[in-house]
């Protein structure tokens, strides 16, 4: 079992840039994928991306991709979420969470962090 933590979030202006962490505390971090969800006011959850334990598959969701990057460090146990030329309709509290493999299914992951707010409003 992984304890996670999200960082990073905050206010941006559309077109603007975040980079979100996500720390992992436990054992085995490396053998985890790590995927990001995010869940808008009134709307369900929604998977943004994930990425194999070993960081060689990552997936997106068609309305980020070629705006963000995901990447992991298995050495500081961290996945990060390079997130560039961010829309309004990117606004939602982000979270990650860990599985054996990817999945865009929520219910499919058992641990998951506290998630972190990303406002982009002008």
């Known amino acids: 079992q992984l304890q996670l933590v999200e960082s990073g979030g905050g206010l941006v202006q559309p077109g603007g840039s975040l980079r979100l962490s996500c720390a992992a505390s436990?054992?085995?971090?490396?053998?985890?994928?790590i995927g990001w969800f995010r869940q808008a006011p009134g709307k369900e959850r929604e998977a943004v991306s994930c990425?194999?334990?070993?960081?060689?598959?990552?997936n997106y969701a068609d309305s980020v991709k070629g705006r963000l990057t995901l990447s992991r460090d298995n050495a500081k146990n961290t996945v990060y979420l390079q997130m560039n030329s961010l829309k309004t309709e990117d606004t939602a509290v982000y979270y990650c969470?860990?599985?054996?493999?990817?999945?865009?299914?929520?219910?499919?992951?058992?641990?998951w962090g506290q998630g972190t707010q990303v406002t982009v409003s002008s």
């Open positions: 969470a860990a599985d054996n493999i990817c999945s865009d299914l929520p219910y499919r992951y058992d641990d």
């Open positions: 436990g054992l085995a971090f490396e053998y985890y994928a």
């Open positions: 990425i194999s334990s070993k960081g060689a598959i990552t």
